[in-house]
């Protein structure tokens, strides 16, 4: 399978060791979404002591030059100026019309270089047209591969094998070093509402990390964990995946509860103006459902309420951790209120579900931002 795409990690070897027959892909790469191992074997691990993911199907973009900052801010949602080196932030694409195209995932390196790691939207497409008369170069980084250790022993496992003081990086930070004795830069933060880091690294190097992090993980009871346990944890968490929660096609950061993306004081940016103009226009409102079933709800299921269609399911998982059927959700906004129930029509009949706080997981956000890091 994995000879039909332009895109391969070099861990596949160790992805079928590890009995994945690559059931799934993405941006053009095949993707361990099972391995042997139970997902939610693998799932516990990640929320007790820590599971290593392979996320090299991620696309890296080097963004460089004196124009580097006055383009990605006239790219992107957010204010790209207010980023230090060794800082990152998530920020959004929309088209002219307030539409997410894209989410981004910005690491500033310097002044005049930045990193760009993103999904399946549309960065790629129209970078060019504004790095366009602009001072600077983007290039794709199709050597990268991305290894993110996540899980409450994360630190205890990596921190001993790079000079660099890991527990002093804070969430969406990251710094160049070296683990194991291999060049990388190292970034806090990932997918899983854990602590987590995620190595960042050449191909070469890729497999003798991968192995060297599970080795200094066995005492911990580290294990490498599949796509599938991506799926539980980060809907647990109430993290959005680009574009499964938007399927519309046309929503606006409103609208999926990214607001906190946008900085409407910075100068004009694509889509500023429609942003402002749909603000006071949502259709639908991002919110958590738990479900009255065993199982998970299919995405596409929709919701009823007194026999009207009030809004879709999109992302879910039925998780053995809080014993409760979940789902990332829109519903018009005045439905929106926590406790209000709704009617869930799927594949498997018809079920009660209810509004609740999100994240379904650690709502406060204790794990990766504890409290002593917060100022």
């Known amino acids: 399978m994995t000879k039909n795409f332009s895109r391969n990690s070099v861990l596949n070897q160790r992805h079928e060791q590890l ?3 690559f059931e799934a892909s993405w941006n053009d790469m095949p993707l ?15 929320r007790y002591r820590a599971g ?16 580097a900052a006055a383009m990605l801010d006239a ?3 957010s204010d790209i100026r207010k980023l230090r080196k060794g800082q990152s932030a998530i920020s959004n694409i929309v088209d002219e019309n307030g539409s997410l195209i894209d989410d981004v995932l910005v690491y500033c390196d310097g002044p005049d270089a930045f990193r760009l790691s993103h999904g399946g939207g549309s960065l790629e497409e129209v970078l060019p047209a504004f790095a366009e008369g602009r001072d600077v170069k983007v290039e794709k980084d199709s050597d990268v591969h991305i290894l993110s250790l996540q899980g409450p022993k994360a630190l205890d496992i990596l921190k001993p094998h790079t000079p660099f003081d890991l527990s002093s990086l804070r969430y969406f930070q990251h710094a160049e070093t070296t683990l194991f004795g291999r060049k990388v830069s190292l970034a806090r933060g990932g997918y899983s509402a854990e602590r987590g880091y995620e190595v960042f690294c050449s191909a070469a190097d890729a497999v003798h990390l991968w192995d060297a992090i599970l080795e200094a993980g066995k005492p911990y009871g580290a294990m490498p964990v599949s796509w599938a346990c991506l799926d539980i944890v980060r809907v647990e968490g109430g993290l959005l995946f680009f574009p499964y929660d938007m399927p519309r096609g046309d929503e606006t950061p409103w609208e999926v509860g990214a607001d906190w993306t946008v900085d409407l004081d910075k100068a004009d940016f694509r889509g500023k103006a429609a ?13 958590g459902l738990e479900i009255d079933h065993h199982a998970a709800i299919e995405p ?26 979940i789902a990332l959700v829109h519903v018009t906004p005045d ?5 209000t129930e709704l009617e869930v029509r799927s594949n498997d009949g018809t079920f009660t579900g209810r509004i609740v706080k999100t994240p379904f997981y650690d709502p406060l956000r204790l794990r990766t931002h504890p409290l002593d890091e917060r100022a």
């Open 19 to 21: 009995g994945t027959k």
């Open 32 to 46: 361990p979404q099972y391995y042997s191992t139970d997902p939610y074997e693998e799932t516990a691990a990640v």
């Open 52 to 67: 290593l993911f392979d996320v090299s199907a991620l696309r890296m973009i080097n963004v460089t030059g004196p124009d």
């Open 75 to 77: 790219l992107l949602t």
């Open 275 to 287: 942003l402002i103009r749909r603000k006071s226009e949502q259709r639908v409102k991002q919110a």
């Open 300 to 325: 596409g299921a929709r919701l009823y309420k007194d026999g009207r269609e009030v809004g879709t399911v999109n992302s879910t998982t039925y998780s053995r951790h809080l014993m409760r059927s």
């Open 335 to 339: 439905l929106s209120a926590y406790g």
